[in-house]
Structures are given as structure tokens and as C-alpha cells.
């Protein structure tokens, strides 16, 4: 047990160190273009399955499958933001292509990810 507590301790000293260097290159200019762009092509991505998706829910049989689909829509979501996010930053700013900037995407993703599954089955529990 405590080795697999001394691997997440050092992951998560990695993952800040990563954080603070990659806070220390980029600026705000770059930081708000690789916000929106990651918002406007994740947005873009999705928008074609959760439109289909809402259509589908005039079955009222396939409600709770679709609840499922939405959430899992989701988490794709925030899966394809971060990588997207990160791409344009490594674009905007030239001197993180020596950084592992996936450290940050995976971790910041996952957890996001996390969430909005934890709050997808808390409203689908609600409302089936």
C-alpha cells in the first residue's frame, strides 16, 4: 500500500512541476486563444452526436440509454477539449514542444471526466 501511495505522490509532484513550467512559458494572449479554439473544435466535434441523441429521445422507450449516451458525450467532451487545448498551446507557444504536456492533459481530463460523471448519474438517478 505504500508503494502505490509513494507512485501517486510522485505522479502528482511531476504533474505540479509540469503545471508551474508550463504556467511560467505561456501567456494570457496565447492561453485565451487555446481556450477558445479548444471550446469552438471540441463544440464542433460533438455537436452532430448530441444532436442526434436529443432527436432520439421522441422514443420513450430509449430514454435512459440516451441519459447514458448524453453523459458518456460528455466525458468525451472533456477528453477532446484538453487534447485539443494543449495542441493549440504547443502551437502558440514554441518552446513547450520540449515538455510532456500529456501529463497535464491526461490528469486534468480525467478528472474533469470524473465529475461530469459523477454528476451525469446523480441527475440520471434522479430522474429514472
Same mark, same amino acid.
Given at each position: 500500500?505504500?508503494?502505490? /501511495?509513494? #507512485? =501517486? ?6 504533474? /505540479?512541476?509540469?503545471? +508551474?513550467?508550463?504556467? %511560467? @512559458? ?5 492561453? *485565451? ?14 455537436? =452532430?452526436?448530441?444532436?442526434?441523441? @436529443?432527436?432520439?429521445? *421522441?422514443?420513450?422507450?430509449?430514454? $435512459? &440509454? /440516451? ?10 467532451? !472533456? $477528453? *477532446?477539449?484538453? %487534447?485539443?487545448?494543449? +495542441? ?6 514554441? !518552446?513547450?514542444?520540449? $515538455? ?6 491526461? #490528469?486534468?481530463? =480525467?478528472? *474533469? %471526466?470524473? $465529475? /461530469? #460523471? =459523477?454528476?451525469? &448519474? ?7
Amino acid at each position: 500500500m505504500r508503494r502505490v /501511495l509513494d #507512485t =501517486i505522490r510522485t505522479f502528482f509532484k511531476r504533474y /505540479l512541476t509540469l503545471n +508551474r513550467r508550463v504556467n %511560467a @512559458i505561456v501567456g494570457f494572449k496565447s492561453v *485565451i486563444k487555446s481556450v477558445f479554439g479548444a471550446f469552438g473544435v471540441s463544440f464542433f466535434i460533438l455537436l =452532430i452526436p448530441v444532436l442526434f441523441t @436529443i432527436n432520439l429521445f *421522441i422514443y420513450s422507450d430509449l430514454h $435512459l &440509454m /440516451l441519459s447514458i449516451t448524453l453523459v458518456l458525450l460528455a466525458v468525451s467532451w !472533456s $477528453l *477532446i477539449y484538453y %487534447a485539443v487545448y494543449y +495542441r493549440l498551446l504547443a502551437n502558440y507557444e514554441k !518552446s513547450l514542444d520540449g $515538455l510532456n504536456t500529456r501529463i497535464l492533459q491526461w #490528469t486534468e481530463s =480525467i478528472l *474533469i %471526466a470524473l $465529475l /461530469l #460523471t =459523477i454528476i451525469g &448519474m446523480i441527475v440520471i438517478v434522479t430522474l429514472f
